[in-house]
């Protein structure tokens, strides 16, 4: 997706990669152990978790999978009075997944023989 990240996107990131980086290390796993039970790169798992990538929305949902939680549950915040009612994060998660999609349709994928 082109262009600058709007603050509200760069805080769902934020929380994105923080309640990964948590969810894992509760489960005491490894990146490499959740890499592997989310079908992606250990490198991508870093770049997730640090903040530095958006995960495709089939990441998103291989890596909710992998802990057993909602997709949406990534996206909450810790501490109920501090976050955004639930519905605000679906909407917000739900259009951006939406523009992940439309993003992802315009890439022309080559492969070489």
Not at 26 to 43: F, N, T, V
Request: net charge positive; no cysteine.
């Amino acid at each position: 997706m082109g262009g600058k990240e709007t603050e509200a996107g760069e805080e769902l990131r934020s929380v994105l990669s923080r309640n990964i980086k948590l969810f894992r290390e509760h489960r005491g796993w490894s990146q490499a152990d959740l890499a592997e039970k989310a079908g992606i790169s250990i490198p991508f798992l870093s770049d997730i978790e640090r903040g530095n990538k958006w995960p495709y929305p089939g990441t998103l949902a291989n890596i909710a999978k992998a802990f057993e939680v909602d997709v949406f549950e990534l996206f909450r915040r810790v501490g109920a009075a501090t976050g955004p009612p639930r519905d605000f994060t679906r909407r917000v998660v739900s259009e951006m997944l939406l523009a992940i999609n439309k993003a992802a349709e315009k890439v022309t994928l080559t492969y070489l023989p």
